[in-house]
């Protein structure tokens, strides 16, 4: 488990501070005592671009499902780190073949 902790805590380095922090403050806190359901939704998150993760942290993205809205709800909820606001409306996200 610490090798995988390893290589997420490398993957948790993204291109904006505050990702960088709410990702890895996850990671963390939260990760280890997560369900397999919720730290698989992390493991695919973290293959999201930037702006799609803040997308969803902000709402302006719905998550494509319940491990992944679960998944955002508490990275956010424990998150004390206030994100950069885009002045795009929220948009819908399909399957991961969809994009």
């Not at 997308?55 to 990275?75: F, H, K, T």
């Amino acid at each position: 488990m610490e090798r995988e902790l390893g290589r997420l805590r490398w993957r948790c380095r993204r291109g904006m501070r505050e990702l960088d922090e709410l990702l890895r403050g996850y990671l963390e806190r939260d990760f280890a005592d997560a369900p397999d359901a919720e730290r698989q939704a992390f493991r695919a998150l973290l293959e999201a671009p930037d702006p799609e993760i803040q997308g969803l942290c902000l709402g302006r993205i719905r998550p494509r499902d319940e491990a992944e809205a679960a998944l955002i709800a508490r990275i956010v909820a424990r998150g004390a780190v206030a994100l950069p606001q885009p002045g795009a409306p929220a948009e819908s996200r399909g399957a991961p073949g969809d994009r």
